[in-house]
């Protein structure tokens, strides 16, 4: 056999491995671009500090962005999440303002935090029916905190619902709802605090819930 149709075949191997691999989401095809909507539910990332000394939490309600499910590859979906920094609100206006200072997050120079999907991995479908598509899975990509870009991984449990009459009540397109948990290293992002508050009064690592509620409609 000549170098040519090798490497042809090799192609079709290589192909043939990536399709196999490809988890489905469900029935639906195509890609869905997935915008955040109020209309669907409030999207919000609750934080939680724990330390020694102190522990408290706190949460954004201004999260945008959208995403890309790759609907026949799901592990090649993508996109991009953000809030501004000044968006995050502990219930205490001192702390806010220290948050939001140079020592810590630096709002002025640095005001949004991102999550930039870049794959979904360990993909587990749990339920698949005329109604909708639920499974778990792994967000891989980077997450930008004072404009320090580190590689993340979030866990996930994502429930697709599809478009019905009753779903229409709330938007149109299909409805889709998102829980992701992860943690973030402060000293990761060259958050250093003053003194040594962190470790002592804020947790080393911050650790985040968030729920993001989005739809197909454009």
């Given at each position: ?37 109020n209309s669907v539910g409030t999207s919000i ?56 200072g140079k020592d810590w997050l630096d709002a ?56 019905s009459e009753t779903t229409r009540k709330r ?48």
């Open positions: 056999m000549t170098m040519k149709p090798l490497i042809i075949l090799a192609g079709i191997i290589m192909l043939m491995s990536s399709s196999a691999y490809a988890t489905q989401l469900g029935n639906v095809k195509g890609k869905k671009i997935v915008t955040l909507q990332a609750k934080f939680n500090s724990n330390s020694p000394l102190e522990k408290f939490d706190g949460n954004s309600q201004s999260l945008q962005g959208s995403f890309t499910l790759n609907a026949d590859n799901l592990e090649q979906s993508i996109g991009k999440i953000s809030f501004p920094v000044r968006s995050m609100k502990t219930g205490l206006s001192k702390r806010d303002d220290h948050m939001y002025q120079n640095h005001p949004n935090i991102e999550f930039e999907l870049k794959r979904l991995s360990s993909i587990s479908i749990k339920k698949s029916d005329n109604t909708g598509i639920e499974f778990s899975a792994i967000a891989e990509g980077m997450c930008s905190v004072k404009g320090i870009a580190k590689p993340a991984k979030a866990k996930l449990f994502v429930k697709y619902v599809l478009e938007s149109p397109g299909d409805l889709v709802m998102i829980d992701a948990d992860f943690s973030v290293s402060l000293k990761d992002y060259n958050v250093l605090g003053r003194g040594d508050i962190i470790g002592s009064k804020v947790g080393e690592s911050i650790d985040l819930d968030i729920k993001l509620f989005g739809s197909t409609s454009n």
